[in-house]
C-alpha cells in the first residue's frame, strides 16, 4: 500500500510539474525585459531554490563525480542558458505554440544526432518518426500559409533552442553517475555564470520597465517554473517507469498551446494543426520501447 501512495504521488508531483513548464510561455510574454535578462534571472533564483530544497531535505552533494565531470557539468549549463535565451526569443517572435513545438523537435535531433556521437543505430519505426516530425515543421513554420514572406525568425529561434537542448541530453548521458540534483544545480548555476556577462555586455535593461509586477513575473519563473518544477520533476522520476515520464512529458507542449489559443488568442490553424500533431506524435512513438521479441522457448510453448 505504501509503494502505490508512493508512486501515486511520483505521479501527481510529474503531472503538476509538467503542467507548470507547459505555462512558461504564457508568462514569459508578460515581462518587459530581455530574453538574456530573463534567462538570468531565472538560473540564479532556480539555483538558490534548489539549493535550498538541497537543504532543508538533508540531501548531500557527492563532491567526487562532480569533480570527475566538473567541465562537462560546465558545458551543458551554458548550453541551458543560452537555449533559454533562444527560447524566449522563439516566443517574441513567433506564437507560444510555434515556439513551443519547435522546441520539442529536441527528441528527434537526438535520434538524428546518436548515430553519430553515440553510435546507437536508429530503428525503422525512429527513422520514419524522424521524417514525419521533420514533415510537420513544414506547416508549423507557417510557409504553406504565408509562402516565403513568412517571418520564420521565431521558428528559426525556437528550432535553435532545441538544438541547444539536444546538446544537454547529449551531454547528460555521459552525466549519469552525477546525481539528478547535483547535476541540475551545477547546470543552473553554470547558466548564470555564463549569462551574467553576456547580459551586462549584450543587453540594455530598462529600470523603468521594471515594475513590481515585473519582479513578480521573474520571481515565479524563478522559484515556481524553475526551482520547485525541477524539484518535483527530479523527484518523481525515481518512482516511475521511464515509459511514464516519456508520456507524461508531452503535458508540458499541449499545455502551451491550449494556453496560447485560449488565453493569447493565437491562431491554430488547421495545417499548423496538423504539423503539431505530426511532430509530437512522431517525437512521442519514437520513444516508446521496442517489442521484445519472443524467445524460442516461448515460440515453442505457442506451437505445442
Not at 538524428?112 to 513544414?138: D, H, N, S, W, Y
Request: proline share 4%.
Amino acid at each position: 500500500m505504501s509503494s502505490q501512495h508512493h508512486t501515486r504521488g511520483a505521479y501527481f508531483s510529474l503531472v503538476s510539474a509538467m503542467t507548470v513548464f507547459g505555462t512558461i510561455g504564457l508568462f514569459r510574454r508578460l515581462i518587459p525585459l530581455p530574453s538574456g535578462a530573463v534567462a538570468l534571472v531565472r538560473g540564479m533564483i532556480g539555483t538558490l531554490t534548489l539549493l535550498l530544497f538541497m537543504l532543508i531535505t538533508q540531501r548531500k552533494p557527492d563532491y567526487r563525480a562532480i569533480r570527475r565531470h566538473l567541465w562537462l557539468l560546465c558545458l551543458s549549463g551554458a548550453f541551458i542558458g543560452f537555449n533559454w535565451i533562444l527560447l524566449f526569443e522563439a516566443y517574441r517572435y513567433t506564437t507560444v505554440a510555434t515556439a513551443t513545438l519547435c522546441y520539442y523537435m529536441a527528441p528527434i535531433l537526438v535520434l538524428i544526432a546518436a548515430p553519430f556521437l553515440l553510435r546507437e543505430k536508429p530503428t525503422a519505426r525512429q527513422t520514419v518518426c524522424v521524417l514525419v516530425a521533420l514533415g510537420g515543421m513544414i506547416p508549423v513554420s507557417g510557409i504553406l500559409e504565408e509562402g516565403l514572406g513568412a517571418d520564420i525568425r521565431g521558428v528559426l529561434f525556437g528550432l535553435s533552442a532545441a538544438v541547444l537542448y539536444a546538446s544537454v541530453v547529449l551531454c547528460n548521458k555521459r552525466l549519469s553517475d552525477v546525481g539528478a540534483f547535483d547535476r541540475t544545480v551545477l547546470q543552473l548555476g553554470s547558466a548564470a555564470v555564463v549569462l551574467l556577462p553576456y547580459t551586462l555586455l549584450a543587453e540594455r535593461v530598462e529600470l523603468a520597465s521594471v515594475t513590481w509586477q515585473t519582479v513578480l513575473l521573474l520571481l515565479l519563473i524563478g522559484v515556481l517554473h524553475t526551482g520547485v518544477a525541477y524539484a518535483a520533476y527530479f523527484g518523481a522520476i525515481g518512482g516511475l517507469r521511464a515509459q511514464t515520464v516519456a508520456l507524461l512529458g508531452y503535458i508540458d507542449p499541449v499545455i502551451a498551446i491550449f494556453l496560447s489559443v485560449l488565453f493569447l488568442k493565437e491562431p491554430m490553424t488547421w495545417p499548423k494543426a496538423v504539423g503539431a500533431l505530426m511532430i509530437l506524435g512522431a517525437a512521442l512513438v519514437a520513444e516508446l520501447p521496442a517489442r521484445k521479441r519472443p524467445t524460442d522457448g516461448k515460440k515453442r510453448e505457442k506451437g505445442s
